[in-house]
């Protein structure tokens, strides 16, 4: 059984960084003993030193520095800039970097670009029913019918706007980052109840 803590990996996180870090373990195991072979004295096997974790981190300094004097870290996106470390806490660990990736590039994921119309859709929504408790009609009989046209249409666009919860909510990779639908009823006896509308 493989102990996952000693690989600095904990149990929950995926097969494919515990395969990345394992191969790259592999690599530079490979790398340092191919450059530690001794040479061999009068026909005998060559030997290798032994990789402990002082000559593993004095092998991955090496190969660093090397790369520095080659010029590998010349000429970086953002050379010389402070790093953007703000991390999206709504992003599972596995997509952070194809996320990057694609904001990067200027694109974002389906489910993101619908998950900014809904919160506009959203907004629209309770827009409205603001306007009215902030500027109710003087007329009761007025206020009355305003009051009865705009539950009518909250009713319809806030169906609409479920349809597009649920829509968001099959596109979301993670359960962590689906809505909650919109409570039709609840939301109107709120406004219908609302002390604003008493006066």
């Known amino acids: 059984m493989l ?3 000693a690989f600095f990996i904990e149990p929950g996180e995926s097969l494919r960084k515990l395969t990345c870090l394992l191969l790259g373990i592999k690599l530079l195991y490979s790398r340092f003993t191919r450059a530690q072979v001794a040479e061999p004295e009068n026909n005998d096997r ?6 402990d974790a002082i000559n593993l981190e004095s092998a991955v300094d090496q190969q660093i520095r090397e790369a520095m004097e080659r010029g590998d870290f010349d000429n970086l996106r953002g050379a010389g800039k402070p790093l953007d470390l703000a991390r999206d806490p709504n992003v599972p660990q596995d ?3 194809a996320f990057n990736l694609l904001k990067n590039a200027g694109f974002a994921p389906d489910w993101i670009e619908t998950l900014g119309q809904v919160r506009a859709d959203r907004e629209k929504l ?4 603001r306007h009215f408790l902030e500027n109710p009609p003087k007329q009761p009989a007025e206020r009355e019918r305003q009051r009865a046209a705009l539950v009518e249409q909250f009713r319809a666009q806030a169906t609409a706007l479920n349809r597009a919860i649920d829509t968001y909510n099959l596109k979301a990779p993670s359960p962590q980052v689906h809505l ?3 409570r039709i009823d609840f939301e109107v006896e709120t406004f219908l109840n609302d002390p604003k509308q008493k006066s």
Do not use: G
């Open 3 to 5: 102990n996952c803590k």
């Open 46 to 51: 060559p030997t290798r030193k032994k990789l």
């Open 95 to 97: 997509w952070e970097l």
């Open 126 to 129: 309770y827009a409205p029913l």
């Open 180 to 182: 909650r639908r919109i």
